[in-house]
């Protein structure tokens, strides 16, 4: 995605919505598109607000998560590309509010990514929405190097656009449409807060030595620091069970790593809205790590952030990967 949506985006958030261009909008975070949870026609305007930005939070703290957690290890092993294909549906409780889908490559020490999502439908709980994100990189040893991002996203014809270009952990370009508003109690955002860090797509690829499902505090026991356009914050992920399941056909069976996440904004957000962010000090907020198939790759099965209105889940309902080589062995 190189060009801008062509429904409208406003210059600039107004000054008295709580968190940014997000918040008028559940974005699947991993998809970026999970759009207005919460919203129903009985709950006040300044709850109709708290819900769209813990959603625009989950999407974006817990969206590079769908196609990402993922690296590829050494340049031995990848020669042969691996492609990963999955399917997540989008739930509070027993609704399904929206579905999503990634598919990823990897060849050599680089990755490309891309996800779509939609929301909406006859569940009252979401509004109609869609998203599309896309990324690239490399792995240089156990460090992600992203160099693009895209994402844009629309819900009833207001869009967000954001395009991105990283070198060596720096962002180089970025266009980001609408921009923030001015607020006095906005943290300031500089040039510093925008190096050492990755993208929303690539935050959660994670490096590994060998194939399989590594131990729990290897893969889990990090921080992880995005920006991801507008606002700069921390992903701190903490192990806390390991677990097997069945999934069944097209999805994965085997051994699960459980990790918890806490949400630390950093600089772009507005101070005096910190009570209304619900990812802040949320307790419940989990990722669940699955291999993908003999590779050195770990990507999310299953993602639960908890909310006032119950639990919102993110689960893969279709997992499959494929080896190039194993498709040339047939032949």
């Known amino acids: 995605m190189s060009r801008r949506p062509s429904v409208k985006t406003n210059a600039s958030m107004p000054a008295d919505h709580p968190e940014g261009p997000f918040g008028n909008r559940c974005l699947f975070f991993v998809g970026q598109s999970i759009p207005?949870?919460?919203?129903?026609?009985h709950m006040s305007e300044n709850h109709r607000?708290?819900?769209?930005?813990?959603?625009?939070r989950v999407a974006v703290t817990v969206g590079g998560l769908i196609i990402t957690l993922a690296a590829v290890a050494t340049?031995?092993?990848?020669?042969?590309?691996?492609?990963?294909?999955?399917?997540?549906?989008?739930?509070?409780?027993?609704?399904?509010?929206?579905?999503?889908?990634?598919?990823?490559?990897?060849?050599?020490?680089?990755?490309?990514?891309?996800?779509?999502?939609?929301?909406?439908?006859?569940?009252?709980?979401?509004?109609?929405?869609?998203?599309?994100?896309s990324g690239s990189g490399r792995i240089s040893g156990t460090t992600v190097l992203p160099s693009s991002f895209d994402l844009e996203t629309v819900e009833r014809g207001f869009g967000t656009y954001v395009h991105m270009e990283m070198t060596s952990g720096r962002v180089t370009k970025l266009i980001a449409a609408p921009s923030l508003a001015a607020a006095a109690d906005r943290i300031p955002l500089t040039d510093r807060h925008k190096t050492g860090v990755v993208d929303p797509l690539a935050a959660f690829l994670v490096p590994f030595d060998r194939p399989g499902v590594p131990s729990g505090r290897a893969a889990c026991d990090r921080t992880i620091k995005v920006f991801d356009g507008w606002t700069r914050f921390d992903i701190q992920l903490y192990y806390k069970a390991t677990k097997a399941?069945?999934?069944?056909?097209?999805?994965?069976?085997?051994?699960?790593?459980?990790?918890?996440?806490?949400?630390?904004?950093?600089?772009?957000?507005?101070?005096?809205?910190?009570s209304q962010n619900d990812l802040v000090g949320n307790e419940r907020l989990e990722v669940w790590l699955a291999p993908v198939g003999e590779t050195r790759l770990l990507v999310p099965f299953r993602i639960q952030v908890g909310t006032r209105w119950g639990d919102?889940?993110?689960?893969?309902?279709?997992?499959?990967?494929?080896?190039?080589?194993?498709?040339a062995s047939l032949n």
């Open 36 to 41: 207005a949870v919460g919203k129903t026609d």
């Open 49 to 56: 607000y708290r819900a769209n930005e813990l959603c625009s």
């Open 75 to 133: 340049a031995a092993e990848a020669r042969a590309s691996t492609t990963f294909e999955a399917t997540y549906t989008i739930s509070i409780g027993t609704v399904v509010i929206g579905r999503a889908t990634a598919q990823s490559s990897f060849s050599d020490d680089a990755y490309t990514a891309a996800i779509s999502g939609s929301t909406g439908g006859l569940s009252r709980l979401a509004s109609d929405a869609s998203a599309q994100l």
């Open 312 to 327: 919102l889940i993110v689960h893969a309902t279709r997992f499959v990967t494929e080896a190039e080589e194993d498709r």
């Open 245 to 274: 399941v069945d999934g069944g056909s097209e999805t994965y069976a085997g051994r699960i790593i459980v990790c918890g996440a806490r949400y630390i904004q950093v600089a772009g957000h507005r101070s005096q809205a910190d």
